[in-house]
Nanobody, 116 residues
Framework: QVQLVESGGGLVQPGGSLRLSCVAS????????MSWFRQAPGKERELVAV????????IYADSVKGRFTISRDNAKNTVYLQMNSLRPEDTAVYYC?????????WGQGTQVTVSS
């Protein structure tokens, strides 16, 4: 059974940091590209960051460049999103995604709220 389980969300003040984790099971994690998406209330889901299957070159949305870092540990079947200098506009449900060719899986999401 394929599972992607996100954790690490919560309430944080502007300027603060959070680290999201997504643990995968039920498929060969190391051959999948992994991404983080987010969806704010009333808005479409948007891509935040992507990391290829073997690591290396990463891609970020312009809105998070220089503040967020995506990484993965294939030995632990886990992808991370380190979020620094958080802003109120980063408030959203954050989703983990695994993709390889036509196969794709989603996690259930974790809420991140940035507010004073």
């Amino acid at each position: 059974q394929v599972q992607l389980v996100e954790s690490g969300g919560g309430l944080v003040q502007p300027g603060g940091s959070l680290r999201l984790s997504c643990v995968a099971s039920g498929f060969t994690f190391s051959v999948y590209a992994m991404s983080w998406f987010r969806q704010a209330p009333g808005k479409e889901r948007e891509l935040v960051a992507v990391i290829p299957s073997a690591g290396g070159s990463t891609i970020y949305a312009d809105s998070v460049k220089g503040r967020f870092t995506i990484s993965r540990d294939n030995a632990k079947n886990t992808v991370y999103l380190q979020m620094n200098s958080l802003r109120p506009e980063d408030t959203a449900v954050y989703y983990c995604n695994a993709k390889r060719y036509w196969n794709g899986y989603w996690g259930q999401g974790t809420q991140v709220t940035v507010s004073s």
